[in-house]
């Protein structure tokens, strides 16, 4: 087990943003996976991969401290899980405001900034500077245009960039995405995976994201974690990716191929429902 | 049945020389208080029909009471809250919750009115309050009970103010409040109380039926015309204050009961407020 180090400076080497030992995971007394393992360092973008219902999101929960390991060791930021969750960005999934949410996006944002606080928000110098830090945000996910209308109103894709915002709110130095792209069209997808990357490249931000369609995201992945009851297969993506691993580990052919601009694409169905587990009952 | 003058201010002295009026001023005006902040909050969380069923259970409560020879106030406030442990026990599997509090909030109304009919007949059918029980009394408030119900209102307001903003978060977005460390569990028990508190509060002047009129409208009309919180408080606090204070002065000088006319005139309140919305929409701002 590593020492957890805590980390003094930044610019210093930094304790690893998610370590992840042999962990495994019980649910209701089923054993939802075994033998996961997951190293994550500061400014890493890394993808977990895997067929509906293996426990991805589960996974999420293992490093927000919100359910614990039966076995293995985690450690998140240097400390164990669910210490460290205000420098932890968290984007729940699919998660979407209906017509009748009659709240700004700019409110749902700054409810990320200190919607955890206890009390009212005095005005004041604190109160501009929240509002302040708010607009930066919309600004970063380029959300400005719309981000005062009622967010029940917005589509899709643009109430996922206010939602990264507000993830983004506490300036976290780790973030992590459970399917961020579900639900999105085709340039929407590429738009919040180019603004995902981004993040991670010029803010040093760790990136933990869900997916289970791994196209979009693949250009700017450092690693790639499959994740399979019996444990997960970490890799770069030309490791990971080759047809063989895919097909064994999704338990149906996949096959990979190379565009003439030499992204690979995987192709297959990795999202096809593999068993209906109980995803939706999960505490 | 009292015939307005041609001057307001005469009319207004007129109206309030009367201790029992000055009362149903004093107390109307906690009672909107409270309810437009509160009701607020449960439009938000869409828990209106969990608000119906707590106003509702302070029938039995007060009939129960007034059957045993406890205080009425007992009554409200031991029925209401008890209403609300129940409905908060509801298994809180986030994505489930709501459809089912709902079946089990119906089943909790439905339980509470029967026993508020059966308090009734206990009582050998002389229970002359029954009318004030279900549409309120207005007119009858003391001084006393005023000074209750704005201790009670100060209280519940400070709970309110210091919950307020982790609350709006948890009803909003709970799967992001929880992993923010907000205790979205607690806080909906904490909410659900603290709305059986408020309808318990308001029913004794309103009565069990006209509670809604206060609860839902003002907050219901506010939403139609801002998307900002802040600014939905407050202006749902004005409107039920509003509301309140006129149906007082047209039902003083009016052949017809209180409740009609609060009930009607936050019911037209609303109204315009869509259609303001409605109007607004089709303009490009």
Known sequence: MTVAVPDQAPGRALAEAVDIRDAQVRLGGRQVWSHVSLRVQPGEFVAVLGPNGVGKSTLLQVVLGLLKVSAGEVSVLGRPPGETNERIGFLPQRRTFDSSVRVRGLDVVRLGLDGHRWGLPLPGTGSRRAAAKVAELVELVGASAYAGRPIGQLSGGEQQRLLIAQALARDPQLLLLDEPLDSLDLPNQGAVAGLVSRLCRERGVAVVMVAHDVNPILPYLDLVTYLAPAGTATGTPAEVIPTETLSRLYGIPMEVLSTSDGRLVVVGQPDAPAHHSNRHEQP | ?285
Do not use: K
């Open chain 2, 1 to 285: 049945m009292n015939q307005p003058g041609w001057n307001p201010v005469a009319d207004l002295q007129q109206m309030w020389a009367l201790p029992f009026m000055v009362n149903a001023y004093r107390a109307g005006t906690v009672l909107a208080l409270l309810a437009g902040l509160v009701g607020f909050l449960m439009v938000t969380r869409r828990q209106a029909f969990a608000g119906h069923t707590l106003s509702a259970v302070g029938f039995p409560g007060a009939a129960g009471a007034t059957w045993l020879g406890v205080p009425a106030a007992l009554g409200y406030f031991g029925f209401c809250v008890a209403a609300a442990l129940t409905i908060a026990a509801a298994p809180s599997s986030a994505r489930l919750r709501f459809s089912e509090e709902n079946a089990l909030v119906g089943t909790v109304q439905a339980f509470a009115l029967a026993c508020g009919y059966l308090f009734v007949v206990l009582y050998h059918g002389v229970l002359g309050g029954t009318t004030a029980l279900l549409f309120g009394s207005f007119l009858g408030v003391t001084a006393g009970q005023v000074t209750t119900l704005a201790v009670l209102a100060v209280v519940l307001l400070a709970v309110l103010a210091a919950i307020g903003r982790p609350l709006l978060f948890a009803s909003l977005d709970p799967q992001a409040a929880r992993a923010s460390g907000v205790p979205v569990r607690a806080l909906d028990v904490v909410f659900l109380v603290l709305l059986a508190a408020t309808a318990a509060e308001v029913v004794q002047i309103t009565g069990a039926l006209m509670v809604f009129t206060l609860l839902v409208l003002p907050p219901a009309a506010a939403r139609e015309l801002t998307c900002r919180p802040a600014a939905g408080l407050a202006l749902s606090v004005v409107l039920a204050l509003l509301v309140t204070w006129v149906a007082l002065g047209v039902a003083y000088y009016s052949p017809y009961p209180i409740g009609f006319w609060l009930s009607s005139i936050a019911f037209g309140t609303y109204l315009l407020a869509r259609a303001t919305r409605a109007v607004r929409d089709r303009v490009p701002a």
